[in-house]
């Protein structure tokens, strides 16, 4: 599957989480929605991805820092964030010189930031 269609999956996902529920009913995902989000929890089901996005709670950060911060080499790190950046669950932005990442606000990441005030 291309980045590209991970991407609208997990775009459909989100938008699909958000309509709201027939009334009187409870609304079940589709098979097609199903995999879409089965997809954006498998792209942040990682210890990495999920310490990263952990970190980034506190604030934005530079490769460098988030390398240093969890102990693991810098293109490793670089990997994990464009996998992230992919599925829209950070942003970068240039700021001093350096490329910066940052959370996005998609409601997938709300969840995941609730999820994550739970790990130390």
């Known amino acids: 599957m291309?980045?590209?269609a991970l991407t609208r999956q997990a775009q459909?996902?989100?938008?699909?989480?958000?309509?709201?529920?027939?009334?009187?009913?409870?609304?079940?995902?589709?098979?097609a929605s199903v995999e879409e989000i089965s997809d954006l929890l498998r792209t942040i089901a990682h210890p990495t991805r999920l310490r990263i996005l952990r970190h980034l709670m506190d604030g934005d950060a530079c490769v460098t820092e988030l390398s240093g911060a969890l102990e693991v080499p810098m293109p490793y790190v670089s990997h994990q964030l464009r996998l992230l950046r992919n599925a829209h669950l950070v942003r970068r932005y240039r700021g001093s010189g350096?490329?910066?990442?940052?959370?996005?606000?998609?409601p997938a990441v709300t969840l995941v930031l609730e999820i994550l005030r739970f790990c130390p």
Do not use: K
């Open 2 to 4: 291309t980045t590209v």
């Open 12 to 31: 459909g996902a989100v938008e699909y989480a958000q309509r709201p529920a027939p009334s009187g009913g409870v609304m079940t995902p589709g098979p």
């Open 98 to 106: 350096r490329m910066y990442y940052a959370l996005t606000g998609i």
